[in-house]
């Protein structure tokens, strides 16, 4: 393995892990979060499934705009936006900050992830590229297990709000590592973005996503679940349009 792909390697694993630890770390947070802003169950349910929401009904919209903009690009905003939805959530003052923190880092978090894995699949060659993605998997996958211990002590030890401030320094480091990256030049004219199919994108799968979530409490015979639900079916483009990729192609 090359130098160049080592970097770029480290690069995917941190930028994916901590997209993927605040979605585990935050969980043994959540009654200190609710005892300190209040709010009861429904902060905390959002406080969880708010990053959730966002990160889900992007995700797909993200991939593609990694391919128009640039994979070390959008990696790069992607950071800096979950550095900042970081800090906004550390510092939080009510339930309603921390929860719209929460969805600016959901958000952010969908940028990293098909991008860093865009990244190794553009860097690598066929036979090293499956190593280098089961390492990837490997490290991200680590994530979900140490989340849970790393919070527990953070809160027990400091506070929740460090739970969160946290992530400030894996983000520097894999900032001054992507900083060694760059984007090859373009030869051929930027696709155009398809700004209504990836609203359609978004919206079908925040709508579909927003029913599961709230369905819990007052069950499918609410429209508050079921109206979202539909209309985010609704909002999914023809079986046509699917084939060709997820909407801003």
């Given at each position: 393995?090359?130098?160049?792909?080592?970097?770029?390697?480290?690069?995917?694993?941190?930028?994916?892990?901590?997209?993927?630890?605040?979605?585990?770390?935050?969980?043994?947070?959540?009654?200190?979060?609710?005892?300190?802003?209040?709010?009861?169950?429904?902060?905390?349910?959002?406080?969880?499934?708010?990053?959730?929401?966002?990160?889900?009904?992007?995700?797909?919209?993200?991939?593609?705009?990694?391919?128009?903009?640039?994979?070390?690009?959008?990696?790069?905003?992607?950071?800096?936006?979950?550095?900042?939805?970081?800090?906004?959530?550390?510092?939080?003052?009510?339930?309603?900050?921390?929860?719209?923190?929460?969805?600016?880092?959901?958000?952010?978090?969908?940028?990293?992830?098909?991008?860093?894995?865009?990244?190794?699949?553009?860097?690598?060659?066929?036979?090293?590229?499956?190593?280098?993605?089961?390492?990837?998997?490997?490290?991200?996958?680590?994530?979900?297990?140490?989340?849970?211990l790393l919070g527990g002590l953070l809160v027990d030890t400091v506070s929740w709000r460090?739970?969160?401030?946290?992530?400030?320094?894996?983000?520097?480091?894999?900032?001054?590592?992507?900083?060694?990256?760059?984007d090859p030049a373009k030869t051929e004219a930027r696709t155009p973005i398809d700004f209504p199919g990836a609203l359609l994108v978004a919206f079908?799968?925040?709508?579909?996503?927003?029913?599961?979530?709230?369905?819990?409490?007052?069950?499918?015979?609410?429209?508050?679940?079921?109206?979202?639900?539909?209309?985010?079916?609704?909002?999914?483009?023809?079986?046509?349009?699917?084939?060709?990729?997820?909407?801003?192609?």
């Amino acid at each position: 393995m090359s130098r160049h792909e080592r970097i770029v390697l480290w690069v995917a694993i941190l930028s994916s892990f901590v997209a993927f630890l605040d979605g585990s770390i935050v969980n043994v947070a959540l009654p200190a979060i609710a005892r300190d802003l209040g709010g009861g169950i429904t902060t905390q349910q959002w406080v969880l499934d708010g990053y959730l929401l966002t990160l889900g009904s992007l995700v797909m919209v993200a991939g593609s705009l990694s391919d128009i903009f640039g994979r070390v690009r959008i990696l790069r905003t992607g950071l800096i936006l979950f550095g900042i939805a970081s800090l906004l959530c550390a510092a939080a003052p009510t339930g309603t900050v921390l929860i719209a923190a929460r969805l600016l880092q959901g958000a952010a978090a969908a940028l990293l992830v098909p991008g860093s894995l865009a990244l190794i699949t553009s860097t690598f060659e066929e036979g090293p590229r499956a190593g280098a993605i089961g390492t990837w998997t490997g490290w991200t996958g680590t994530a979900f297990v140490a989340g849970p211990l790393l919070g527990g002590l953070l809160v027990d030890t400091v506070s929740w709000r460090l739970v969160f401030a946290i992530n400030v320094v894996p983000i520097a480091t894999t900032l001054v590592l992507l900083a060694r990256l760059h984007d090859p030049a373009k030869t051929e004219a930027r696709t155009p973005i398809d700004f209504p199919g990836a609203l359609l994108v978004a919206f079908g799968l925040a709508g579909t996503v927003f029913a599961l979530i709230i369905q819990d409490g007052p069950g499918w015979a609410e429209p508050l679940a079921y109206l979202p639900f539909t209309l985010g079916c609704c909002a999914w483009p023809p079986s046509s349009g699917a084939r060709r990729g997820p909407g801003i192609r």
